[in-house]
C-alpha cells in the first residue's frame, strides 16, 4: 500500500513538472511590456539654411542657387550670393556690408530690409500708410504708390529713385502690426534685371509665420 501511494506521488510530481515545461515555452515567444512605446514620435529640431534663426521654412522650397531664411516672424527664399549684414531687423546685401553710402548701392549691388515699427504707437491703421510712407521716402524723387498682394495681405507697394537706386517697398498692415519690407537696386546695371527678378521671386515665396 505504502509503495502504491509513493508510486502515485511520483507520478504527479512528473505530471506537475510537465505543466510547468510546457507553460514556460508557450510563453518564451510573447511579447515583453515595456514603458516605451512601440514606435516612439520622432523628436528634433527644423534644419534650415540659417542655423542662427528659427520657426518654419517657406512653403514653397528653395530652388537651386537659393537659400531659406526662417525668422520667428516671417520667411522667404533669396539668392545665395546675398548675405545677412544685421539681424534686427533684418537686413542683407550682396557685398557683404562694405558700401557705407547711405541710399544708394555699388555697380549691381542690392540692399534688402525687412521691419516693422511701433515709432508710431502701438498700432497702425490701414488710413495711416499713406502718410507714414511719404515720412520715410522723404527726399527720394518719382514716388507712386499702388496695390499688391503679400502672402495674402494686401499691401501698398511704393515705388521711388533715391541716388542712383531704385526702391520698391511693400508696407504690409498684420493686424494693428505694420510690417515694411524694403529694396534698392541699380536698374541700369547690367544685373540690374537679374536683381530684380531675385527680388519678385523672394517675395513669392514670402511667409508669414504664425504670431
Known sequence: MKKQNLITL???IIAVAAIVF???QQNSGAPQTSSQPANPAPTGTISTANPSSSGTPASAPAPAGYLTYVGPSFSFNYPSSWKSVRAVP???D??????TDAGNVPA????F???TTTIYGGSVS???IPSIIQIELTGMTGLATSTAVIDGLTCTEARA???TARNISYYCLRGQELWKIYFFYRASDSEGSANLAAYNALLASFKFLPQ
Open 90 to 92: 533684418l537686413a542683407m
Open 108 to 111: 549691381n549691388g542690392i540692399n
Open 161 to 163: 529713385t533715391a541716388g
Open 10 to 12: 511520483v507520478i504527479a
Open 94 to 99: 550682396n557685398y557683404n556690408g562694405a558700401y
Open 22 to 24: 510546457i507553460v514556460s
Open 113 to 115: 530690409y525687412v521691419a
Open 126 to 128: 490701414a488710413s495711416a
